[in-house]
């Protein structure tokens, strides 16, 4: 590799304005790493004219970025633009085509083009790097691909999306609504403000499962969508009975291999107070690998925000300088096996159920009945009369039943006039 590297940033907004800063203000540092010298000779983002919170050289700034490979001096591309397809996506192509390294924190773009663009690095004998793609600054990537690499993992999981944390723990906290929660994130910059939809309805942490799951299980990236469910049905009410149970509620991805099948799911999950996952709080991600001979092993740090995201950018800068071309999946893509999904219906849990319902004879029983009827054991109930307005809250954690039962037998409790609304459902993690 050459003693002189260029460099250029598309997109320059919250990550990549940081970043370009730190490329700017670590050039030392990194030389005495690497022994390599960087030149930022490109930048690119929509509008030459936004203020950014650190200066941008205008006289490398591009309004296309696709005009940056009419240079053909780039030997090394950071792509933060942020969109599956479209722009993004041309330009990391086009940089792969024209034997240029690519490193990325976009994972709506690896989770959905990972296994073509692999391809295209592989075939073009250039690095792809997209360690903050899942889980901001946690090297969770790195440690799968070279620090557990001759292990065989058997599951991995964790919470993987800050902002669902955060609502979760501050509705916990403050004693507070989804509603105003939600509002005092966005205020705060941990919730997109236009449309905070993919962190909470899951698709974000699903979009990470995906990634972990192919690197962990050597996989192609799969397409099946096993179960996703997002926070947004939490009402506070559960987050207080979860804590009388001593309990916290959780938005858990989970990945594992179930009889040769992959499963891979997003959902709240109920889980011990005490244990490491229920006291991983605000916006703080943590990932567990299981895996044979470690072990578990356990990774938690800040999984959003431009310095997080940019330190692993930089931690993906250095394995390129330090040399060597690496697959980006860790093994060979023709190597990388597809596998089949796992039959949800077959997921079996203890479930939390909260029925809502009118307080007069008989209701109790006809829900105790109908679980009967689908083989679902009850291993606690709790009833709370509201006398006021004739009503009363049942809880009822189940022993374990599978999703086919529990689907099947909430979908009756649809036409009771008695149950005013459809059960609420939360799954206890094993
Ligand atoms: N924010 C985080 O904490 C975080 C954490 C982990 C990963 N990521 C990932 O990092 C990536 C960037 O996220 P972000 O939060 O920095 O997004 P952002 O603030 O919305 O920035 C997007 C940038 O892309 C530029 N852009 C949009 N269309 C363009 C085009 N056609 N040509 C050139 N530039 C264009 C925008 O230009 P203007 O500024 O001129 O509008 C802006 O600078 C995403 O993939 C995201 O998933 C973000």
């Known amino acids: 590799m050459k003693m002189n590297l260029n460099i250029a940033v598309v997109g320059l907004g919250q990550v990549g304005n940081y970043l370009l800063n730190e490329l700017n203000t670590k050039k030392k540092e990194i030389e005495l790493i690497t022994g390599k010298r960087i030149n930022i000779v ?46 993004s996506k041309k330009v990391v192509e086009t940089a792969l085509r024209n034997k240029i390294h690519v490193i990325t924190p976009n994972k709506a773009l690896i989770s959905k083009h990972g296994d073509y663009l692999a391809k295209l690095a592989e075939d073009n004998n250039v690095n792809l790097e997209f360690e903050a793609s899942v889980a901001g600054g946690i090297p969770i990537l790195r440690t799968i691909k ?68 192919a690197l962990a299980f050597n996989t192609k990236i799969s397409k099946y969508k096993c179960l996703m469910e997002g926070i947004e049905k939490i009402e506070l009410k559960d987050i207080e009975i979860a804590s009388q149970l001593n309990l916290r509620i959780k938005l858990l991805g989970i990945s594992e291999i179930i009889n040769g099948c992959l499963f891979e799911t997003v959902h709240p999950c109920l889980v011990s107070k005490n244990s490491y996952i229920g006291n991983v709080s605000g916006v703080m991600n943590a990932v567990i690998l299981e895996g044979k001979p470690v072990g578990e092993s356990i990774l938690q740090g800040e999984g959003a925000g431009p310095g997080p995201t ?22 060979p893509n023709n190597k990388r096996k597809s596998i089949k999904c796992y039959n949800v219906n077959n997921y079996t849990n203890s479930l939390y159920l909260r029925f809502e319902v009118k307080d007069k004879p008989g209701v109790l029983s006809r829900i105790t009945n109908r679980l009967a009827q689908y083989k679902i054991s009850v291993k606690r109930m709790i009833q709370t009369p509201d006398k006021k307005n004739n009503k009363a809250t049942v809880v009822i954690i189940t022993h374990k039943t599978s999703e086919l039962n529990s689907n099947n037998c909430l979908a009756k409790f649809k036409k009771d006039k008695d149950i005013l609304k459809y059960p609420t459902l939360i799954r206890i993690h094993n």
Request: hydrophobic share 40%; no cysteine.
């Open 310 to 331: 940019s330190s692993s950018l930089l931690s993906d800068l250095l394995s390129i300088l330090k040399g060597d071309i690496k697959k980006p999946f860790g093994i």
């Open 146 to 213: 070279e620090g557990l690499a001759t292990n065989k993992i058997t599951k991995v999981y964790g919470i993987l999306n800050g902002t669902s944390n955060y609502i979760l723990s501050e509705m916990r906290n403050s004693k507070d609504s989804f509603a105003n929660v939600l509002k005092k994130a966005q205020k705060l910059g941990y919730a997109e403000p236009g449309n905070p939809k993919l962190d909470l309805n899951g698709f974000d942490a699903f979009a990470k499962v995906r990634i972990l799951s």
């Open 42 to 87: 490109a930048v690119s983002a929509k509008n030459i004219k936004k203020k950014r919170k650190f200066k941008v050289n205008k006289d490398i700034f591009f309004k296309n970025p696709l005009d940056i490979f009419k240079l053909n001096k780039v030997d090394i591309l950071f792509e933060a633009i942020g969109m599956s397809d479209g722009i």
